[in-house]
Nanobody, 125 residues
Framework: QVQLVESGGGLVQAGDSLRLSCAAS????????MGWFRQAPGKEREFVAA????????YYADSVKGRFTISRDNAKNTLYLRMNSLEPEDTAVYYC??????????????????WGQGTQVTVSS
């Protein structure tokens, strides 16, 4: 079992930056692939970014590529999402998730095992 707690969300203006954090506890954080997902009102939860257990590789949704950076600190059991050049379309609840590590990072939300409670990000125009 892995417990995940997100933080760092807030209300910002278009063009601003935010860094989300996800603190993990429970089983060995460094054994899990980690991901960020988001869900806007009336929409399905969608993949944002993922990173392998070792941090050796990452993968991004096209909509955030070049603007967002996922990273992890296995010594601190923490996952991060640096978000630059935020757009109103980025407004959503952001969730971190964990699952068993795989060679190919998985983007389907239903295939992730553990979830945090989410943190709201609102970008005004």
């Amino acid at each position: 079992q892995v417990q995940l707690v997100e933080s760092g969300g807030g209300l910002v203006q278009a063009g601003d930056s935010l860094r989300l954090s996800c603190a993990a506890s429970g089983r060995t954080f460094s054994a899990y692939a980690m991901g960020w997902f988001r869900q806007a009102p009336g929409k399905e939860r969608e993949f944002v970014a993922a990173i392998r257990a070792s941090g050796s590789s990452s993968y991004y949704a096209d909509s955030v590529k070049g603007r967002f950076t996922i990273s992890r600190d296995n010594a601190k059991n923490t996952l991060y999402l640096r978000m630059n050049s935020l757009e109103p379309e980025d407004t959503a609840v952001y969730y971190c998730a964990a699952r068993a590590d795989t060679i190919r990072l998985i983007t389907t939300p239903q295939l992730w095992s553990y979830w945090g409670q989410g943190t709201q990000v609102t970008v005004s125009s």
